[in-house]
């Protein structure tokens, strides 16, 4: 990893790809992140010439966040959990609507080293994309309790990932 790069040479390839494929396809993004806290967008403005593809990006790290930035409602949170499936989706089609994107991606989990449970342990994290004109889909991590860091990283990378696949079928 050259001095001047924050990320590993792994994740900016795949988000430079990312980056390529929506250009070509003529699609923006949105992000929506909260146990990564914009390490996604934050790999994708790492490239130069970002801008024509990222439209923005969401940290809602908090609950509060999630309901005034992107429209999640305060009783969908209380019911499922802010690490849910339903709360997941919520994030990706209230990022869509608050923006002027094609695609959103959602990502809520537990980074560790504390908040699992038996039921939601460290490592598990939510993924929801959401295009426009297509329903939400959806996509479940369990990475285990690998550390904060390493959680968060293969977050960004399966993000990546989940997006590039969704927008070569776009």
């Known amino acids: ?10 994740i900016v390839v795949a988000a430079q790809r990312l980056l390529d494929l929506a250009r070509t396809k003529g699609l923006k993004i949105v ?3 909260s146990c990564t806290g914009g390490l996604l967008a934050a ?16 940290v809602t790290y908090s609950n509060a966040a999630k309901t005034e930035c992107l429209g999640v409602p305060a009783p969908l949170i209380e019911k499922h959990g802010a690490v849910s499936r339903e709360v997941a989706e919520a994030m990706a089609q209230g990022a869509i609507r608050q923006s002027h994107a094609d695609i959103s991606i959602a990502i809520t989990g537990i980074a560790g080293p504390d908040g699992g449970t038996a039921s939601k342990p460290v ?10 004109t297509h329903t939400t889909r959806h996509h479940e991590g369990r990475f285990g309790d690998l550390g904060r860091t390493a959680v968060r990283l293969a977050a960004v990378r399966n993000a990546l990932s989940l997006l590039e696949h969704q927008l070569a079928k776009a």
Do not use: W
């Not at 990893?1 to 792994?10: G, H, K, S, V, Y």
């Open 1 to 10: 990893m050259p001095d001047n790069q924050i990320f590993p040479d792994d």
């Open 31 to 33: 992000t929506a992140e």
């Open 43 to 58: 790999v994708l403005t790492e490239i130069a010439g970002a801008s024509d593809v990222v439209e923005r990006g969401y």
């Open 123 to 132: 490592g598990l994290v939510h993924f929801a994309l959401h295009l426009k």
